[in-house]
């Protein structure tokens, strides 16, 4: 599967879709500003999940990121990381999805 990638502050950045293939599910509610990506041992539902963070996913407002580089386009991809420090609500640090 051809994928962009690259590197950022030395994380290696990967489109969300390839999440899939990695073993993990991908869930997306709109309405309610949710993407999350789990492995088997997440113990919530998304519908927990939704009512124990409502208002860390609601949005905040910032200014739009513009998509960088040759041949980007706004709204395509979402990239992800991998972090292996856990926050204090048991999430990846600075995710909460």
């Not at 910032?62 to 999430?91: C, I, M, Q």
């Given at each position: 599967?051809p994928?962009?990638?690259?590197?950022q502050?030395?994380?290696l950045?990967?489109p969300?879709?390839?999440?899939?293939?990695?073993?993990y599910s991908?869930?997306?509610q709109?309405?309610?500003?949710l993407?999350?990506v789990?492995d088997?041992s997440?113990?919530?539902?998304?519908e927990?999940?939704?009512?124990?963070?409502?208002d860390?996913l609601?949005?905040q407002?910032?200014?739009?990121?513009?998509?960088?580089?040759?041949?980007?386009?706004?709204?395509?991809t979402?990239?992800?990381?991998?972090d292996?420090?856990v926050g204090?609500?048991?999430?990846a640090?600075?995710y909460?999805?």
């Amino acid at each position: 599967m051809p994928m962009d990638s690259f590197l950022q502050n030395g994380n290696l950045m990967v489109p969300v879709k390839i999440s899939g293939y990695l073993g993990y599910s991908i869930t997306f509610q709109g309405d309610k500003y949710l993407l999350r990506v789990r492995d088997g041992s997440a113990a919530m539902s998304d519908e927990a999940f939704v009512k124990q963070y409502a208002d860390e996913l609601k949005p905040q407002a910032v200014s739009p990121a513009k998509p960088s580089g040759e041949g980007a386009v706004k709204g395509r991809t979402l990239y992800l990381t991998f972090d292996d420090a856990v926050g204090d609500n048991g999430t990846a640090a600075g995710y909460t999805g």
